[in-house]
T-cell receptor, first 114, second 116 residues
Framework: AQSVTQPDIHITVSEGASLELRCNYS??????LFWYVQSPGQGLQLLLK??????LVQGIKGFEAEFKRSQSSFNLRKPSVHWSDAAEYFC????????????FGTGTRLTVIP | GAGVSQSPRYKVAKRGQDVALRCDPI?????LFWYQQALGQGPEFLTY????????KSGLPSDRFFAERPEGSVSTLKIQRTQQEDSAVYLC??????????????FGNGTRLTVT
């Protein structure tokens, strides 16, 4: 069965510092992988996605993520965090068949301090 | 509007009441999903529509939950005889393609349901 683990419930970084949010997935075939961001009271916004090809994918707002099949990971990174990046981040794995095809992790809450 | 619209934004219901949550997807989007997001958790799949057909309702937690999309656009999620465990944010998402895996989902802002 497919699953997503985000081991960090809450991360605090200083503005301008680099950021890495961890995501590990479990899926028997080649996964589709996504990162979404959710600001308080808002829906989820897609940051980036990986389907195939280059394992380093670029997203919006300066985010990138790297797919590492050997580690079953899809970590999200940003070289310099801005205060507006404070939000909840969700990693998700998409399966290739069926309608119930997005499985989310429990999220990582990012706090940015001045 | 350009995005997915959900109403109401907030709903407080007394235990045992029925509620109806509305979702207006992006025009032309074929797929529509409902998710339930409990406090501190990620969204969990409830049900999926392809146009007006409900192709998957395996995530609905009980027969008190019912969803419809009669004309293939607006969808309503109905919860009968609400219970406290139904308190959550209910998210609607739509996508242009047939499935969400390769056709990115566009989420609404959700309806926060509180059952007292």
């Amino acid at each position: 069965a497919q699953s997503v683990t985000q081991p960090d419930i809450h991360i605090t970084v200083s503005e301008g510092a680099s950021l890495e949010l961890r995501c590990n997935y479990s899926y028997g075939a080649t996964p589709y992988l996504f990162w979404y961001v959710q600001s308080p009271g808002q829906g989820l916004q897609l940051l980036l996605k990986y389907f195939s090809g280059d394992t380093l994918v670029q997203g919006i707002k300066g985010f990138e993520a790297e797919f590492k099949r050997s580690q079953s990971s899809f970590n999200l990174r940003k070289p310099s965090v801005h205060w507006s990046d404070a939000a909840e981040y969700f990693c998700a794995v998409g399966v290739q068949t069926g309608a119930n095809n997005l499985f989310f992790g429990t999220g990582t809450r990012l706090t940015v301090i001045p | 509007g350009a995005g997915v619209s959900q109403s109401p934004r907030y709903k407080v219901a007394k235990r045992g009441q029925d509620v109806a949550l509305r979702c207006d997807p992006i025009s032309g989007h074929v797929s529509l999903f409902w998710y339930q997001q409990a406090l501190g958790q990620g969204p969990e799949f409830l049900t999926y529509f392809q146009n007006e057909a409900q192709l998957d309702k395996s995530g609905l937690p009980s027969d008190r939950f019912f969803a419809e999309r009669p004309e293939g656009s607006v969808s309503t999620l109905k919860i009968q005889r609400t219970q406290q465990e139904d308190s959550a944010v209910y998210l609607c998402a739509s996508s242009l393609g047939i499935t969400g895996a390769d056709s990115p989902l566009h989420f609404g802002n959700g309806t926060r349901l509180t059952v007292t």
